[in-house]
Structures are given as structure tokens and as C-alpha cells.
């Protein structure tokens, strides 16, 4: 069978078939695996992660591992991280976020001036929250009668309303919080899939469980870590990479899939994987077949303007994960997603992995990931828009460190949406596929398998169960256990 790119999910779910005993063929059309979870250099000493750099979830790693029988830690480590981040507020106030959920409560009470027990009450219910859907709606095909008809998903559904999960995110944080800096803190967490905290649902609200509860962790040697040792994996049980080879067709007789083509040759098999984004799947792969139109019609995540910078200096006050916030959070996503544009003042997101990988960054040196949400691409001019938001990056940044930033930077390289669009095929250069802005948003992701054709299934961030590290493997597994039973 093959596999349509090298992604985190594509790698995942090629180790997984593999060993099932499948044999698996994965096409990458760039020169190398990983898409959105590469790695790269710039001159001077600096290694940085291009993507991802939250982890949550490592056991969705380590069970492929011990799935294929091996132990985990001969090919991935990783450190639960505490405290998890540091967050500085446009009013001068820092706070940091211990992973012990008391010991961050009590910092909030402190800094805050809100209750310790507000903020307790509040994680250990997303917690419940969390415990009681994840398995109905994360782990299981959310397109297969089965999955209803169990007794999980009707005690699932059954519970939403007693956990006070109905309106949107953003009214959840306010009726919970009186200081508007914690509803914006907990808001952030929308962010997570690329969404809107004042549209998205309040379900979303059990993301900081994950982190709180079940914890944030930093893999040894960076986030490139997990593709890499996924992708030995993969490799030791026989899946063959092909690299610079894109997709061009999906070739179907019948109503089944009957192999694919590139320009170099044509392939023969009797299933076929997906993991580039489902819009460009269906648009350029299978430009005949009738397409799922209202689901490729949702609403695309946000994406990200990312500048990667050595700074030939340390900051003591930075920390791995760093978050700088706007003053008005309303009109940031106000900006993002009705406005299609970058708000005069933004929240930036500054990823050090130098913090915990020396070697990622010369002695005395950093390697600071700046990362600014913006929306995906819709002929925006970038050009513009990055020059805007590098001057309102720089600003900030140096009023909060109380050092003038730009002098700093002794390499440079910006990640923009048409760019990110281009290097992974992601439609519009959306982060996390469709956004999560309405209630029915998990029901409207594609499905991991094609409803009209035999022998094709889908993997990814575009897909169920969604965007994201975590989500990206659960879609390899509910893929390889679809191929698996049929
Ligand atoms: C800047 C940024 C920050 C992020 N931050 C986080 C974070 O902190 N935490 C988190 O969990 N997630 C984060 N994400 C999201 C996460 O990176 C993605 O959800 C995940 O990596 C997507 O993996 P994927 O397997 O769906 O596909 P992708 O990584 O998109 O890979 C798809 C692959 O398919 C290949 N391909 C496409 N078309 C073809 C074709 N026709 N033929 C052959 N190959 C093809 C592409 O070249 C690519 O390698 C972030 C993403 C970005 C870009």
C-alpha cells in the first residue's frame, strides 16, 4: 500500500501498517520527511524546529514503539516540563505556568488576584471533561455507525451539558474568571487548532487539562525527534521513502483506487494513504471524482507569520515556551479571522529550544522561534503584512526584555502562509486544517476513509480528528485500524 506524504501522520501511520506486516511505500514530494515538523540550520550555529513545538500526549509516541515490540526509550526520550511557560501581560505582568495544577493556582492567586480554588475548580473540570469525551470523539472514527452506537459515546454525549461546556470558549473563561488577563490566558488555548476563542466552542475548554493534568513535555534533541524516531522505526520495519517524488494522480477504475502516478512513473496498489491536506487531495489528485464539497468548504484554521532568529545574546527571563500578550485579545482575532489581516497589536509566541538543547545555539547565543498567529493565505500581500508584523515583534519584544531586539539578530529566515503552503501543500498554509469555530466542527472534518472510493483513506492534520501532534497520531491509528479490520 502507500502512503501520499512524510508527515507526522504519514510516518505514523506507514510504521503502523508496517508493522502490521503490510508492505508501505510512502511519496514525499519534498526532499525529505517531516512536512510541517522539519528541521533546518542557519549559518552561525543555529538548529531550529520549522513547526510544531508544543508536545502534549508523548504515550501516543511510545505506543507505536510498543506496538512493533520495542522500547520506546531505545528510540525516543522525553522530560515532562515544569514550569511549562512563561507569560508576560501588555500590562507588565508575568506569570508562570507550573505544571502542578496547585502550585500554578496558587502563582495566579498571587499575580492574578483570583482565587487559587477558581483555578483548581476549573482544571480538575476540564479534566472530567476531557476523560469523558476523548475516547468518543479523539480516538475512534467519528464516521462509523459503531462508534454511536456504543455505550462510551452515549455516556459522552450525555455528559456535555453538566460540564458546562455549551456557548463559546471565551464566554466559558469569562463567567469562570473575573480578571480578564486569566480569561485570556485560558483563550490562548484556542490557538491550539488554529481557532477563534470567541467562536469556537466550549469544549475546547479542556485543552489545558492536557497540559495541567496530563502534563507538556520537550523530547530530547527537539520536536524533529518524534518524526526522526518514528521514521527509524518505519525504515527498520521495511517501509520504503521515496523523497522528491510528488503525487500527481490517484489513478481509480470502478469506484476503487488502482495505484498513483508521479512523473516518473506509475505504481500499482490496492490502497492508498493521504496525508497531503484533503483540499489539494481531492482538487489535484482526483480532479475527475466528485468532491465532498461542503466539507472541504469549511473554514480554514488560522496560520502563522514565524520568524527563526539567532540572537547573539541570553535572556534569563526566557524560558522554552514564552507568550507575549496583545492588550486587546478581541481585536487580534477579530483581525484573524473576520478582517483576514494582523492587528496593530499581536500576541507573540517565542520558542527557545536552546533553553534545553544547548547545542541548538552557539555558547552566549539563542535560537528564539517568533511566532505570531495570523490568518491563512487569501492573497493577502505578505510583504507587506510581514514587514508590518516583524516592526510590532520587534517593538514589543524589546519593551518587555528591556533590550532593543534587532541589533541582536545575527541570522534570520520567516516562515509566512503562502510559504508554508508551498512546502506542505497545506491549503492556504492553514496550520490545522478547518478551524474548530463552530459546535459541529469535529463532525464536519473529513472522514479517515473515503466514502466513494474502495482503498482510499485519509491522515493528517485536514482530517478526523483534527490538527496538531496528538491529533495527527490518533488519525494514523483509527487509519491503520480501518485498513487492518478490512
Ligand atoms: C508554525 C507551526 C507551528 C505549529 N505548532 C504546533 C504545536 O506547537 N503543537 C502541535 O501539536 N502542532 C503544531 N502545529 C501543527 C502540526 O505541525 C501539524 O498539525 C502536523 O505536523 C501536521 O502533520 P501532517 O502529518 O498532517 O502533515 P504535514 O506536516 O502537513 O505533511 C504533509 C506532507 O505531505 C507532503 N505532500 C503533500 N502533497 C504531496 C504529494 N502530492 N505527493 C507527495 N507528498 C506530498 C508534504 O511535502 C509534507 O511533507 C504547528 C504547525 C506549524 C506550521
Same mark, same amino acid.
Given at each position: 500500500?502507500a502512503v501520499?506524504?512524510?508527515?507526522i501522520?504519514?510516518i505514523?501511520?506507514?510504521?503502523r501498517l ?9 511519496f514525499?514530494?519534498?526532499a /525529505?520527511?517531516?512536512?510541517?515538523m522539519? =528541521?533546518?540550520? @542557519?549559518?552561525?550555529g ?5 513547526g510544531p513545538?508544543?508536545f ?11 506496538l512493533a515490540g520495542?522500547?520506546?526509550?531505545d ?15 501588555a500590562?507588565?505582568?508575568? @506569570?508562570?505556568a507550573w505544571?502542578?495544577?496547585a ?6 492567586e498571587?499575580?492574578?488576584? /483570583?482565587?487559587?480554588a ?9 479534566g472530567?471533561?476531557y ?5 468518543t470523539?479523539l ?7 459503531g462508534?454511536?452506537l456504543s ?5 459522552a454525549v450525555?455528559?456535555?451539558?453538566q460540564?458546562? @461546556?455549551?456557548?463559546?470558549?471565551h464566554q ?7 480578571d480578564p488577563?486569566l480569561?485570556q @490566558?485560558?483563550?490562548?488555548y484556542?490557538?491550539?487548532?488554529g481557532?477563534d476563542?470567541?467562536q469556537a466552542?466550549a ?9 495541567h ?6 523530547p530530547e534533541?527537539?520536536i524533529?525527534a ?7 522505526l518505519a ?9 522528491n517524488?510528488?503525487?500527481e ?7 476503487r483506487?488502482t495505484?498513483?502516478r508521479?512523473?516518473?512513473?506509475a505504481?500499482?496498489?490496492? =490502497?492508498v494513504?493521504s496525508n497531503?491536506?484533503?483540499v489539494?487531495t ?5 480532479p475527475?471524482?466528485p468532491?465532498?464539497e461542503?466539507t472541504?468548504?469549511?473554514p ?19 524560558d ?6 496583545s492588550?486587546?485579545y478581541?481585536?487580534?482575532?477579530q483581525?484573524i479571522f =473576520?478582517?483576514?489581516?494582523v492587528?496593530d497589536?499581536?500576541?507573540?509566541y517565542?520558542?527557545?529550544?536552546s533553553k534545553k ?9 539563542e ?18 503584512? /510581514?514587514?508590518?508584523t ?7 519584544l524589546?519593551?518587555?526584555l528591556g533590550?532593543?531586539?534587532?541589533p ?12 508554508i503552503?508551498?512546502d506542505t501543500s ?6 490545522y486544517g ?9 463532525f464536519?472534518?473529513?472522514p479517515?476513509?473515503?466514502g466513494?472510493?474502495d482503498g ?6 485536514s482530517v ?5 501532534i496528538?491529533?495527527?497520531l ?8 480501518l485498513?487492518?479490520e478490512?
Amino acid at each position: 500500500m502507500a502512503v501520499i506524504g512524510a508527515g507526522i501522520a504519514g510516518i505514523a501511520t506507514a510504521a503502523r501498517l508496517a508493522v502490521a506486516g503490510h508492505a508501505v511505500t510512502v511519496f514525499e514530494a519534498a526532499a /525529505t520527511f517531516g512536512g510541517k515538523m522539519h =528541521q533546518f540550520a @542557519l549559518p552561525g550555529g543555529y538548529r531550529f524546529d520549522a513547526g510544531p513545538s508544543l508536545f502534549t500526549l508523548p504515550q501516543l509516541v511510545d505506543d507505536i514503539f510498543r506496538l512493533a515490540g520495542r522500547e520506546p526509550a531505545d528510540y525516543f526520550r522525553y522530560e515532562r516540563l515544569d514550569p511549562i511557560t512563561q507569560y508576560f501581560f501588555a500590562d507588565g505582568t508575568r @506569570l508562570t505556568a507550573w505544571a502542578d495544577a496547585a502550585k500554578f493556582a496558587a502563582e495566579v492567586e498571587e499575580k492574578l488576584d /483570583t482565587p487559587a480554588a477558581a483555578v483548581t475548580q476549573f482544571l480538575s473540570r476540564s479534566g472530567r471533561a476531557y476523560d469523558a469525551t476523548a475516547g468518543t470523539f479523539l480516538h475512534k472514527s467519528l464516521h462509523k455507525a459503531g462508534t454511536y452506537l456504543s455505550p462510551e459515546t452515549l455516556k459522552a454525549v450525555a455528559a456535555l451539558p453538566q460540564l458546562g @461546556l455549551l456557548g463559546t470558549m471565551h464566554q466559558r473563561h469569562a463567567r469562570a474568571f473575573a480578571d480578564p488577563r486569566l480569561v485570556q @490566558l485560558f483563550d490562548r488555548y484556542a490557538t491550539y487548532n488554529g481557532s477563534d476563542p470567541y467562536q469556537a466552542p466550549a469544549t475546547l475548554s479542556m485543552i489545558p487539562h492536557l497540559e495541567h493534568g496530563i502534563g507538556a513535555f520537550y523530547p530530547e534533541g527537539g520536536i524533529y525527534a518524534i518524526a526522526a524516531s518514528l521514521h527509524r522505526l518505519a525504515e527498520e520495519f521495511g517501509v520504503k521513502f521515496r523523497y522528491n517524488e510528488p503525487v500527481e494522480e490517484i489513478t481509480v477504475a470502478e469506484g476503487r483506487v488502482t495505484g498513483l502516478r508521479t512523473a516518473l512513473d506509475a505504481y500499482a496498489f490496492g =490502497q492508498v494513504v493521504s496525508n497531503m491536506d484533503v483540499v489539494p487531495t481531492y482538487r489535484r489528485l482526483l480532479p475527475q471524482q466528485p468532491a465532498p464539497e461542503r466539507t472541504l468548504s469549511q473554514p480554514r484554521s488560522s496560520s502563522a507569520l514565524i520568524f527563526y532568529w539567532g540572537i547573539a545574546r541570553e535572556f534569563p527571563a526566557l524560558d522554552l515556551h514564552n507568550i507575549f500578550f496583545s492588550g486587546d485579545y478581541q481585536r487580534e482575532f477579530q483581525a484573524i479571522f =473576520q478582517d483576514k489581516t494582523v492587528a496593530d497589536d499581536v500576541t507573540v509566541y517565542v520558542n527557545v529550544t536552546s533553553k534545553k538543547t544547548p547545542a541548538d545555539a552557539p555558547a552566549g547565543h539563542e535560537n528564539w522561534f517568533v511566532m505570531v498567529n495570523v490568518p491563512h493565505d487569501q492573497g493577502q500581500d505578505w510583504a507587506a503584512l /510581514t514587514a508590518h508584523t516583524r516592526r510590532v515583534v520587534l517593538a514589543k519584544l524589546s519593551q518587555a526584555l528591556g533590550a532593543e531586539i534587532e541589533p541582536l539578530i545575527a541570522a534570520e529566515k520567516v516562515w509566512t502562509p503562502p510559504g508554508i503552503a508551498a512546502d506542505t501543500s497545506s491549503f492556504g498554509g492553514a496550520l490545522y486544517g478547518s478551524s474548530s469555530n463552530n459546535a459541529l466542527a469535529a463532525f464536519l472534518r473529513h472522514p479517515n476513509f473515503s466514502g466513494r472510493l474502495d482503498g482510499l483513506y485519509f491522515c493528517g492534520g485536514s482530517v478526523h480528528p483534527g490538527g496538531g501532534i496528538p491529533l495527527c497520531l490518533l488519525s494514523a491509528k483509527i487509519v491503520s485500524s480501518l485498513i487492518n479490520e478490512e
